[in-house]
């Protein structure tokens, strides 16, 4: 059996892995334009942490794919692999001057081992105003970290990978049984799917070795220790296709977090990166027979994570190997 996955950032290769581990005597392949350092997912700082707003088709199928999700990374974090995989436990605050309902998360406050209202005087932790916190212990994952991992155990366990782009699933016609497209924000030509909008993020790496928790406050503000440095993040712009790093981007997000952290200021700058989110309400987690010259070329999309795709990466693609598995079933009842 013959399998395809297009896409190789965080969702296309959690989910070639769980097709690896699914279907144990099927050939898979990677097939994308874009590897490791040059995918959005590159860019993520990686916090287990999904916006309430994520959403997929229903709300049980989110919070079983976000579950699903943490249980994926937890497993890996325990294992003697973690730092080479770039996964590891890390708590923070989150930090609220104007309501109440941006410091809770219902997605993760029964699953993650701690998701706790701050005392009061944790409030005066951090310079500024707050009048309501939040402090969880979470997961993050670095992509620089992972994606190399992730690739390592896909190719030692006889995955094959290639580089092209596609432009049509037709392409890929009578090669494959299904593909499963983890194409990110490229499904929005692939498909046509006008759904599918970017949402510009902007972060500075610095090397400040002494920040061992993440803060989280007001207005896209963010401070994550990570493997490689501390990711200074942020900003979200909606339907914004510039990759390049805005100069008043970063002037605004050291001085936002250099506020909430003093003991940034001056912390050497290591890299500066941008990455276009892949948004979409809901994510699109379906099956798809697209008529071809040869029949229907059978597709399971997987993508429009938008700023949440590290997180619940392992998620959906359990969900996508499901489908698979219902495609292949389907199948051999025709
Ligand atoms: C600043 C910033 C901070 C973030 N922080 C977090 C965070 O803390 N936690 C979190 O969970 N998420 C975070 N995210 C979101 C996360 O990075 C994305 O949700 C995730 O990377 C999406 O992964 P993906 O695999 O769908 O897309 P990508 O990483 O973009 O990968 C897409 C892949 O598809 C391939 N591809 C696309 N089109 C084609 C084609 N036509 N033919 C062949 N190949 C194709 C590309 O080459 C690439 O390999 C952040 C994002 C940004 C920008």
Known sequence: MNLCVIGAGVVGLTTALQLQREFRNAAVTIVADRFEQDTCSDVAAGLFRPGTSFSGP????????????????????KTEESSEA????????????TDPSIVRNHY???????????????????????????????????CRLFQPWATKKFLLSGGRIITD???????????????????????????QDYKLVPIRGQVIKVKASWVKTAFYADYDTYIIPGF????????????????????????????????????LKGAPVIREAVGLRPHRDPVRVETEFIASASGRLKVVHNYGHGGYGVTTAPGTAIHA???????LKSNSKL
């Not at 229903?58 to 974090?77: F, L, N, V």
């Not at 390049?244 to 050291?254: E, L, T, V």
């Open 58 to 77: 229903t709300e049980e199928m989110t919070r079983k794919w976000i579950s699903d999700a943490y249980q994926y990374w937890d497993e890996i974090r």
């Open 228 to 263: 490689q440095g501390v990711t200074l993040g942020g900003c979200r712009n909606f339907d914004s296709y510039n990759v390049n790093p805005c100069k008043y981007d970063s002037a605004a997000i050291r001085e936002r977090c250099e506020t909430l952290l003093p003991s």
């Open 108 to 142: 993760i406050e029964k699953i993650v081992p701690v998701y706790r209202p701050v005392a009061e005087k944790e409030l005066t932790l951090c310079p500024g105003e707050w009048k309501y916190g939040s402090f969880f212990t979470t997961l993050l994952t670095e």
């Open 165 to 191: 782009k596609i432009s049509s699933f037709q392409e890929l016609n009578g090669q494959y049984d299904v593909v499963v497209n983890c194409t990110g924000l490229g499904a929005k030509k692939l498909c």
């Open 321 to 327: 190997a499901q489908l698979v598995a219902d495609v």
């Open 86 to 97: 770039g996964v590891a436990q890390l708590s923070g605050y989150i930090f609220s001057s």
